[in-house]
């Protein structure tokens, strides 16, 4: 793929790049990824602009399509009748095609309006959670022959609920598409795989990324307030499962390794809410904690990716002031497309106690990284490499520093780099490091909550 353009800055001028997505907001997966390659390409000296149903990045690079968003109310309906069953009446063949024309034009708008010259898809034309969107999006791309990157996270074909469907001819024709001005990229080697096993298309796998060229900062007073807003003591120690609550999760794990450990201090710290899968899983993990007489904080009231108020008033922390403040963090999980969390407690030098999920196992896990080991359940060997991490500062140091300089090495911003100038045809240049970290208020607003 070619923007026409050697490197923006070599040229003097500013390439500009819309992302265009369901929803670009809060810590999700796709949401934080999108930031970090937003981060680069702005380094690089592009420009980023934001098309989706929901945006928290500056207004005067956001546009809002209303119907992008995979919340809305008309969007949520054609979930309801596109999956489940395997026969689709014509009401709903129309639903979909109106509004995948009108998305179309709303995106030729904005692309207009922003003189976008790259469009990049986030999981967009992956996973079909808005399918009129992703069929606007191809017909965008075919109509004005606009270059694209389709940066996929996870397909449908890897979540049972879109198994059965009656929508089949517009998951083919978008999830993913096979245009030629898309490029694919995949954030693990089994997606790639199985990608080009179905659509014989090509890609490049990028996978998840941080910012290992500058470490993350102490807590200052603000993030030390943290404990006491969601109530726990000072002395409380937390085990942090920095994820959604989804089943996939297997936060089950994390509750019984807390019990096994019998210690009064030790307080399940869950930092995100259930999302869009429900909140049946949930209510199933507040029982089996109380069961199991483990304490478990849900604080996804108070976190998010970055500082402010909730409408109520109450301080919101980001991801980065929890993390530093965590003993241990617990990663069970028994899917995932890559493992954002994994690679955030490695950046924020935590030790994990993480499944051996299968992309662990082929894409993460021979890079070195030293984790306590959890193969689908607690056992003895986790149980006690746990609290000889939380015991031993020394042991705990080295195996944290370990794994933070593997990061840096296998999973830094230069990787995404190097992969977006490889597929855009820019001259790689060496860039010193850049703190891409935003500054937030020292103010502390616990006191007025």
Not at 384 to 413: C, K, Q, W
């Amino acid at each position: 793929m070619n923007t026409g353009q050697a490197d923006a800055n070599h040229v003097g001028m500013r390439r500009r790049v819309g992302f265009v997505a369901t929803r670009i907001s809060g810590t999700d997966g796709v949401s934080l990824e999108t930031r970090k390659w937003s981060e680069v390409l702005s380094r690089m000296g592009f420009e980023c602009f934001y098309i989706a149903g929901q945006s928290d990045r500056p207004p005067e690079r956001s546009v809002i399509i209303e119907e992008a968003h995979f919340l809305h109310p008309t969007i949520q309906e054609i979930q309801r009748q596109a999956f489940g069953t395997e026969r689709r009446n014509e009401r709903l063949t129309t639903l979909i095609l109106d509004i995948a024309y009108r998305l179309r034009t709303q995106i030729i708008d904005a692309i207009r309006a922003k003189q976008i010259d790259l469009l990049i898809a986030e999981n967009s034309l992956t996973i079909p959670m808005n399918i009129p969107l992703g069929l606007a999006i191809v017909f965008v791309v075919q109509e004005l022959g606009i270059p694209c990157i389709a940066h996929h996270h996870d397909f449908y074909w890897e979540r049972e609920r879109f198994a059965i469907n009656c929508v089949d001819e517009f998951l083919r024709a978008a999830f993913p598409p096979t245009a030629r001005a898309i490029h694919h990229t995949v954030i693990n080697s089994q997606a790639a795989e199985e990608l080009s096993r179905r659509t014989g298309n090509s890609c490049r796998i990028i996978p998840n990324v941080m910012n290992f060229d500058v470490p993350p900062p102490s807590p200052d007073d603000y993030a030390l307030q943290f404990r006491r807003c969601i109530g726990l003591a000072e002395d409380d120690r937390i085990i942090l499962q920095p994820t959604r609550v989804v089943a996939r999760k297997g936060i089950e794990r994390s509750i019984e390794l807390v019990r096994y450990l019998e210690d009064p201090k030790a307080k399940l710290v869950i930092t995100h809410s259930s999302g869009d899968e429900g909140d049946g899983y949930a209510r199933h993990i507040r029982r089996f904690a109380e069961v199991m007489g483990v304490p478990v904080v849900f604080a996804e009231r108070w976190v998010s990716d970055r500082r402010g108020r909730g409408e109520d008033g109450r301080p919101i922390f980001s991801i980065a002031d929890v993390y530093p403040q965590a003993e241990l963090v617990t990663y069970p999980s028994t899917y995932e497309g890559f493992g954002n969390a994994f690679l955030e407690a490695v950046y924020f030098r935590q030790p994990i106690v993480c499944n051996r999920y299968a992309v662990f196992k082929t894409d993460i896990e021979p890079c070195g990284f030293r984790t306590i080991p959890l193969d689908g359940y607690v056992d003895e060997v986790t149980l006690a490499e746990t609290r000889r991490v939380l015991s031993d500062p020394d042991y705990r140091r080295e195996m944290v520093e370990t794994n933070f300089e593997i990061g840096r090495r296998h999973f830094s911003y230069a990787v995404v780099e190097r992969e977006l100038r490889s597929i855009l045809n820019l001259p790689r240049v060496r860039c010193a490091p850049q703190d891409f970290s935003v500054p937030v208020s020292d103010e502390c607003p616990c006191e007025d909550a």
